[in-house]
C-alpha cells in the first residue's frame, strides 16, 4: 500500500520514523512518501517534500508572521497528494497543518489515520467535531485522551506512548563522556527546545546558571536544525559544550535538567531525571494562549499524572534566579528528589509498556485492509 506521513516537527519526525519501520513490518510493499525530517528521510530512504526545518512555527505571533510560508508548503503538499494517490495519508500531531490537509484528503476519499492526537483538550475543544467529519481513525498516546474522545461519542484506539519505544530501543553510548570531552563533573543538562522561537527566549536564562553551581558542568542538547555556531551566540565565553543527536546520553548521564516544555519533559520523565520544566515565548502569544487554554499544566509529566509532579516555570517566572533555585532544591535537598523520582514511577505505570509503533502499524493495516 502506498502511505503518505506528514510530521511538521522534530518530535513528530522520531515518531514517524519509529512507525514507518513498523509498516515495513506489517507491509512488505509499503511504500512511502513523506513530510519530515533526517529521522523519516532515513527510514524510508527518499528526501522529504518539505523538511520539518521549514515547517515548525510555535505561537500566533509566529504564525501570523509565516503564513506565507505556510501556504506554499500547504499547496505543495496537496499537489503532491494528488499526484502520489495514496491509500492513505498518516499525520503525525501539528494540527494547524495537518487538518487542512485531512479535509482535503477526506474530500478525494482517502482515508485519515491521525497518529498522536491534536491536543484538542488543551483548548478550542470544539474542534473535536472537526476531527470526527475528517479523520477515519485517530490513535492516541496519552491515557486521559481516550475518555476525552468518549465525551463527544468517538471511539479512538491508545496505542501507548511511542516515546517508550525510542527510548527502550535506543543504544546508550557507555563512552558519552569521554567521545564528548566532558569531565567527571556531575552534569546539569539543558533542553532549550527545538525551535528558534524557543531557544533564543530561554537559553540565556539557561547558560547563566553556569555562575551557580561551579561543581557542575551544564552540557545543552542541540537541536538537528541548528548548529554549533547558532547555539555559541548565546554561549559566548561560557565554554559550555554542546551535543547533538545525542539527547538521550546527555540524560542518562545527568543528575538533574532544565527542559523547555514539549515531549522532552516527558523523555526526561521517563529516563527518570529530576527537571524543572520551563516556557518563555512572545508575551503576546502567552497571554493569548492563557486565555484560551483549559488545562492546569503544560509539561507532559504533570498532565499525565493529573498533578504537580515536576516544577513548571513560565514566563516571567521563567528567570535565571527562579530556574537556579529549583535546580538547587533538586542538587541539594534529598526528599525533594525522591519526591520527583516516586512521582516518574506513577507516570511509568499510566503510560503503560512500549509496542506503540507496532501497535499503530498493525491497526492501520487492519484498517486499510477493510476499506
Not at 512518501?33 to 515548525?56: P, W
Not at 509566529?62 to 506554499?72: A, D, G, P, T, W
Not at 516527558?266 to 502567552?286: C, D, F, M
Request: net charge neutral; charged share 25%; aromatic share 10%.
Amino acid at each position: 500500500m502506498k502511505y503518505y506521513i506528514i510530521a511538521g516537527e522534530t518530535s513528530g519526525d522520531l515518531h514517524g520514523a519509529n512507525l514507518i519501520k513498523a509498516l515495513k513490518v506489517e507491509d512488505p510493499q509499503a511504500d512511502f512518501r513523506i513530510v519530515g525530517g533526517n529521522l523519516m528521510q532515513e527510514a524510508t530512504g527518499e528526501s522529504a517534500l518539505i523538511h520539518t526545518s521549514q515547517m515548525a512555527f510555535m505561537g500566533f505571533i509566529e504564525v501570523l508572521k509565516n503564513l506565507k510560508k505556510i501556504s506554499k508548503n500547504l499547496k505543495a503538499v496537496k499537489e503532491d497528494i494528488l499526484t502520489y494517490k495514496p491509500d492513505t495519508v498518516i499525520l503525525i500531531d501539528f494540527p494547524g497543518f495537518n487538518m487542512k490537509i485531512a479535509s482535503f484528503a477526506k474530500k478525494l476519499g482517502i482515508k485519515v489515520c491521525y497518529y498522536i492526537s491534536p491536543k484538542i483538550w488543551a483548548w478550542n475543544q470544539g474542534r473535536v467535531h472537526k476531527i470526527k467529519k475528517v479523520v477515519d481513525h485517530m490513535f492516541c498516546i496519552l491515557p486521559f485522551e481516550v475518555n476525552f474522545y468518549k465525551r463527544f461519542n468517538m471511539n479512538v484506539d491508545y496505542v501507548g506512548n511511542p516515546l517508550l519505544d525510542a527510548i527502550s530501543s535506543y543504544q546508550f553510548n557507555s563512552n558519552f563522556r569521554e567521545d564528548n570531552k566532558l569531565s567527571e563533573a556531575p552534569i546539569i543538562a539543558l533542553l532549550p527546545g527545538s525551535r528558534k522561537m524557543e531557544i533564543e527566549e530561554i537559553l540565556p536564562e539557561m547558560v547563566e546558571l553556569s555562575f551557580s553551581f561551579p561543581k557542575h558542568q551544564l552540557v545543552i542538547a542541540g537541536a538537528p536544525n541548528f548548529d554549533r555556531a547558532y547555539y555559541e551566540r548565546y554561549i559566548g565565553d561560557l565554554g559550555i559544550p554542546i551535543v547533538f543527536d545525542q539527547t538521550y546520553d546527555l540524560l542518562k548521564n545527568a543528575e538533574a535538567a532544565v527542559v523547555t516544555s514539549g515531549t522532552a519533559t516527558l523523555e526526561t520523565g521517563i529516563l527518570r531525571v529530576p527537571q524543572v520544566v520551563v516556557y518563555k515565548a512572545n508575551p503576546i502569544s502567552v497571554w493569548i494562549a492563557r486565555k484560551l487554554i483549559k488545562v492546569n499544566f503544560i509539561s507532559l509529566v504533570n498532565l499525565i499524572n493529573n498533578y504537580l509532579s515536576v516544577i513548571e516555570l513560565i514566563q516571567e517566572d521563567c528567570t535565571t534566579s527562579t530556574i537556579k533555585d529549583e535546580i538547587g532544591k533538586i542538587l541539594m535537598e534529598s526528599e525533594h528528589r525522591e519526591s520527583i523520582l516516586e512521582n516518574y514511577d506513577v507516570l511509568a505505570e499510566k503510560l503503560g509498556n512500549p509496542g506503540a509503533s507496532q501497535r499503530t502499524a498493525r491497526l492501520i493495516v487492519e484498517y486499510l485492509s477493510l476499506k
